[in-house]
């Protein structure tokens, strides 16, 4: 009589061992305003202030080499438009609050008096502007799960900036004021910039 002998171990089954801490994170899941509140002050914040450029002296790079200042200066997810950093100067021409989707026109210094770029001001911002998320560079769409993910993100720094950045600008009487700004923008249309604001402060 022939007899198969089969290992011990064919009908055992492995088992990953969790904490309690890990099992409700998993149940939980993905929550972006969990991330972008992990990654605003240590390394959003740095990020932009580190990496931001001047922006009439990167308008005027656009204009003059604009691959040459994208490959440079612009950051994308995918295969999508390039996006910004930027800071700088600039007075506050006109405030429009009756669109949701409102925006304020500024004058870049040197100042002349004439409109150089919109700033996004809520309090919706646009669902394709998604400026701050792919400038910064290191938010990549490699690093989750799935677009939904991703997207999330996106939308968790909007939300943030409406609440903390925008949210503490009076923009009843700001114009006329003077700003030093830290911002995104997505190049479009180099005549029509749209700036999303990360640090806001009134100088005047």
């Known amino acids: 009589m022939l007899v198969a002998l089969l290992p011990l171990g064919t009908a055992c089954t492995l088992?990953?061992?969790?904490?309690?801490?890990?099992?409700?994170?998993?149940?939980?899941?993905?929550?972006?305003?969990?991330?972008?509140?992990?990654?605003?002050?240590s390394q959003l914040i740095p990020t932009v202030r580190e990496k931001a450029v001047e922006v009439t002296e990167l308008l005027a790079a656009l204009?003059?080499?604009?691959?040459?200042a994208?490959?440079?200066?612009?950051?994308?997810?995918?295969?999508?438009?390039y996006s910004f950093l930027i800071y700088g100067d600039?007075?506050?021409?006109e405030v429009n609050l009756e669109s949701r989707i409102g925006l304020m026109s500024l004058d870049f210094a040197p100042y002349d008096g004439e409109a150089d770029a919109n700033m996004a001001i809520g309090p919706v911002?646009?669902?394709?502007?998604?400026?701050?998320?792919?400038?910064?560079?290191?938010?990549?769409?490699n690093d989750f799960v799935n677009q939904t993910e991703?997207?999330?993100?996106?939308?968790?720094?909007k939300d943030r900036i409406l609440r903390d950045v925008i949210g503490a600008i009076d923009l009843e009487t700001i114009a006329g004021k003077t700003l030093h700004f830290y911002g995104a923008f997505t190049?479009?249309?180099?005549?029509?910039?749209e700036i999303v604001p990360i640090i806001l402060e009134v100088t005047s």
């Open 187 to 193: 190049l479009d249309d180099l005549s029509n910039i």
């Open 70 to 81: 994208t490959e440079i200066y612009g950051k994308r997810s995918g295969t999508g438009a």
């Open 150 to 157: 991703f997207a999330g993100v996106g939308s968790a720094i």
């Open 15 to 41: 088992a990953t061992v969790r904490s309690l801490e890990e099992d409700a994170a998993a149940t939980a899941g993905f929550i972006p305003e969990d991330y972008v509140d992990g990654i605003w002050d």
């Open 90 to 93: 600039a007075t506050v021409l």
């Open 125 to 141: 911002i646009r669902n394709r502007n998604e400026a701050v998320r792919d400038a910064v560079g290191f938010i990549q769409f």
């Open 63 to 68: 204009n003059t080499n604009e691959s040459g």
